[in-house]
């Protein structure tokens, strides 16, 4: 499983680009940014270490592919999570 790990000491923000999910982090050895695009078919499940500046259209983009996300303090203090609803009877119960 591929994991994506997101942590608010190394990325300055997550957006979504298409289908990828594109991050910006500091580069120590130049002090530029720089930007890394991943599909999002590669990724199985997302790990958010701290407060990253994650958009809300790259979550709901995890939610629409069944991509959980999980979320720790920068501690690995544990949060909570974020899991795609497996249930398909939404409507139904919406009617």
């Known amino acids: 499983m591929a994991s994506l790990v997101l942590s608010s000491r190394d ?4 957006s979504l680009r298409s289908e990828r999910v594109r991050i910006v982090s500091p580069d120590p050895r130049s002090g530029e940014n720089t930007t890394r695009d991943v599909p999002l ?3 199985d499940r997302v790990v958010v270490l701290g407060t990253p500046p994650v958009t809300t259209p790259v979550l709901a983009a995890f ?3 069944g991509i959980p996300c999980f979320f ?3 501690r690995n203090r544990w949060r909570g999570s974020l899991l795609p609803d497996a249930n398909r009877n939404a409507a ?3 009617r």
């Open 11 to 14: 990325v300055v923000s997550v």
């Open 41 to 43: 078919f590669d990724v």
């Open 63 to 65: 939610m629409d592919r």
């Open 72 to 74: 720790a303090t920068v």
């Open 92 to 94: 139904r119960r919406i």
